[in-house]
T-cell receptor
Framework: DQQVKQNSPSLSVQEGRISILNCDYT??????FLWYKKYPAEGPTFLIS?????DKNEDGRFTVFLNKSAKHLSLHIVPSQPGDSAVYFC???????????FGQGTTLQVKP | EAGVAQSPRYKIIEKRQSVAFWCNPI?????LYWYQQILGQGPKLLIQ????????DSQLPKDRFSAERLKGVDSTLKIQPAKLEDSAVYLC???????????FGPGTRLTVL
């Protein structure tokens, strides 16, 4: 039972353009969503998050959008840079246990 | 500030053997997590500790996996006996509290032959 899904295994964009990574979830009890970035041979690092009471959160080049009615969130990276090339995971949390449910990940390649 | 440390970084064993992984969380972090990441999938929580008590071990295969966090600091995860499907990266993470950001270690890549 995959509660958090990232249906695109990979994405390739040109440097300077926008990267849009998508994530869908099924559990309406999720109240907090996060994006993590992972380079090879390293652990995931936190990128940006959004509470279910908001529909948008921005941090520099990174913006996360949340559409609760569609149970969908997306991560926008503008402009994309070659250093953004990594695997991106979305994750969701419900309640106060801290337990994260991760999607399968999307590999982003930004071409110079 | 030192990050989450894990050892070993890589381990190759044969099925039915035993293996143990070690994690040293960030100093002062009360919550510690062990995740299993199988190739092509996202991390899956195996067990969560709050200090030295278990908060959630619902997805830990308790017939072969065990974990402990003595004195509420370091933690070890053990697999005995290992199966082929245990081949994965085992990630340790820690956070100040359960609602704070989780910081991940580099992981231990386990290959079971």
């Amino acid at each position: 039972d995959q509660q958090v899904k990232q249906n695109s295994p990979s994405l390739s964009v040109q440097e300077g353009r926008i990267s849009i990574l998508n994530c869908d979830y099924t559990n309406s009890m999720f109240d907090y969503f996060l994006w993590y970035k992972k380079y090879p041979a390293e652990g995931p690092t936190f990128l940006i998050s959004i509470s279910s009471i908001k529909d948008k959160n921005e941090d520099g080049r990174f913006t996360v959008f949340l559409n609760k009615s569609a149970k969908h969130l997306s991560l926008h990276i503008v402009p994309s840079q070659p250093g953004d090339s990594a695997v991106y995971f979305c994750a969701a949390r419900s309640g106060n246990t801290g337990k994260l449910i991760f999607g399968q990940g999307t590999t982003l390649q930004v071409k110079p | 500030e030192a990050g989450v440390a894990q050892s070993p970084r890589y381990k190759i064993i044969e099925k039915r053997q035993s293996v143990a992984f070690w994690c040293n969380p960030i100093s002062g972090h009360a919550t510690l997590y062990w995740y299993q990441q199988i190739l092509g999938q996202g991390p899956k929580l195996l067990i969560q500790f709050q200090n030295n008590g278990v908060v959630d071990d619902s997805q830990l295969p308790k017939d072969r996996f065990s974990a402990e966090r003595l004195k509420g600091v370091d933690s070890t995860l053990k697999i005995q006996p290992a199966k082929l499907e245990d081949s994965a990266v085992y990630l340790c993470a820690s956070s100040l509290t359960s609602l704070n950001e989780q910081f991940f270690g580099p992981g231990t890549r386990l290959t079971v032959l």
